[in-house]
């Protein structure tokens, strides 16, 4: 499975309180970020963390690389890329 390639950021839009998510440079976003009305306040760090995704699942494949003990952090990461890329 693949994704719109990262870097991602989060950008506002005219109303400030609604966001897009997308690749940095490109006004196509991947994710539209509308305000929750039972959590006002949070559509903009829902997106930034959104826009983090491509970075954090780099991460995470690193981490999946480091060894091969059950219980251990690689294989924590190894069960957090599965559940990214729909392979549960």
Same mark, same amino acid.
């Given at each position: 499975?693949?994704?719109?390639?990262?870097?991602?950021?989060?950008?506002?839009?005219?109303?400030?309180?609604?966001?897009?998510?997308?690749?940095?440079?490109?006004?196509?976003?991947?994710?539209? &970020?509308?305000?929750n009305?039972? #959590?006002p306040?949070?559509?903009?760090a829902? %997106?930034?963390?959104?826009? /983090? $995704?491509?970075?954090?699942?780099?991460l &995470?494949?690193?981490?999946a690389? #480091?060894?091969k003990?059950p219980?251990t952090? %690689?294989?924590?990461?190894? /069960? $957090?890329?599965?559940?990214?890329?729909r392979?549960?």
């Amino acid at each position: 499975m693949s994704h719109t390639p990262g870097p991602w950021e989060a950008r506002p839009w005219k109303d400030k309180i609604s966001f897009g998510v997308g690749p940095v440079g490109h006004h196509q976003d991947v994710v539209s &970020v509308f305000q929750n009305t039972y #959590l006002p306040g949070t559509s903009e760090a829902n %997106a930034r963390l959104i826009a /983090a $995704a491509p970075d954090l699942l780099e991460l &995470v494949q690193e981490g999946a690389t #480091l060894d091969k003990v059950p219980g251990t952090y %690689a294989e924590r990461c190894r /069960a $957090a890329i599965a559940k990214a890329e729909r392979e549960e």
